[in-house]
């Protein structure tokens, strides 16, 4: 056509690559899309695996640490710690959890006496309370703590010479996503 001017190109010029900018646009939605899904995957998978895994993880541990400073107790020379334990749960009504941390203790004091020789400053920071056991009703004590034996510790109570008591105290748990709270 006359009288258009057409604009001059030399020969070697490629023409503008508008596909590079397709494609880079292409690569950021897919690193969007790949960083979205992530998120989601983890949005639902770290609820439950913190819930079932790593809140129980964290009160075991603590639970431990409740079990070894009762275990390094300073009781009086008549008296003696059978066994120490911890455990993690509920321990009462609502939806919590709780370490309750104990120990069994055989010796020749009174409940008073006993009570009066562990009121010491660790003592009271574990708010220990000594209670008697009765060995016609000692059947818990093996569920609490297993190493008396598949009858519960009855026989170990009825048979051993002193008075028995056990000692208890219930504190704070490291985290609430623990399934055995709830």
Same mark, same amino acid.
Request: overall charge negative.
């Given at each position: 056509?006359?009288? =258009?001017? *057409?604009? /001059?190109?030399?020969?070697?010029? *490629?023409?503008?690559?508008?596909?590079?900018?397709?494609?880079?646009?292409? *690569?950021?939605?897919?690193?969007?899309?790949?960083?979205? #899904?992530?998120?989601?995957?983890?949005?639902?998978?770290? &609820?439950?695996?913190?819930?079932?895994?790593?809140? &129980?993880?964290?009160?075991?541990?603590?639970?431990?640490?409740?079990? !070894?400073?009762?275990?390094?107790?300073?009781?009086?020379?008549?008296?003696?710690?059978?066994?120490?334990?911890?455990?993690?749960?509920? =321990?009462?009504?609502?939806? /919590?959890?709780?370490?309750?941390?104990?120990?069994?203790?055989?010796?020749?004091? =009174?409940?008073?006496?006993?009570?009066?020789?562990?009121?010491?400053?660790?003592?009271?920071?574990?708010?220990?309370?000594?209670?008697?056991?009765?060995?016609?009703?000692?059947?818990?004590?093996?569920?609490?703590?297993?190493?008396?034996?598949?009858? #519960?510790?009855?026989?170990?109570?009825?048979?051993? &010479? #002193?008075?028995?008591?056990?000692?208890? !105290? =219930?504190?704070?748990?490291?985290?609430?996503?623990?399934?055995? #709270?709830?």
């Amino acid at each position: 056509m006359p009288g =258009t001017r *057409r604009a /001059h190109r030399p020969p070697n010029a *490629r023409p503008v690559d508008s596909g590079r900018m397709r494609r880079g646009a292409k *690569r950021a939605v897919k690193i969007t899309l790949a960083v979205v #899904g992530v998120a989601v995957a983890l949005a639902f998978i770290l &609820p439950p695996a913190t819930f079932l895994v790593f809140g &129980p993880l964290a009160n075991n541990i603590k639970a431990h640490s409740v079990r !070894s400073e009762i275990r390094h107790y300073e009781l009086p020379s008549d008296a003696e710690m059978v066994d120490a334990g911890s455990w993690v749960g509920n =321990t009462g009504n609502g939806n /919590h959890t709780e370490i309750v941390g104990g120990a069994i203790i055989r010796g020749d004091l =009174t409940q008073a006496e006993l009570s009066a020789a562990l009121d010491s400053e660790a003592a009271r920071e574990f708010r220990i309370d000594p209670l008697p056991i009765d060995p016609e009703a000692a059947y818990w004590l093996g569920d609490l703590f297993p190493d008396l034996g598949a009858d #519960g510790g009855r026989e170990l109570v009825a048979s051993a &010479p #002193g008075n028995w008591f056990f000692c208890h !105290s =219930t504190f704070q748990a490291f985290t609430q996503m623990d399934i055995r #709270g709830h």
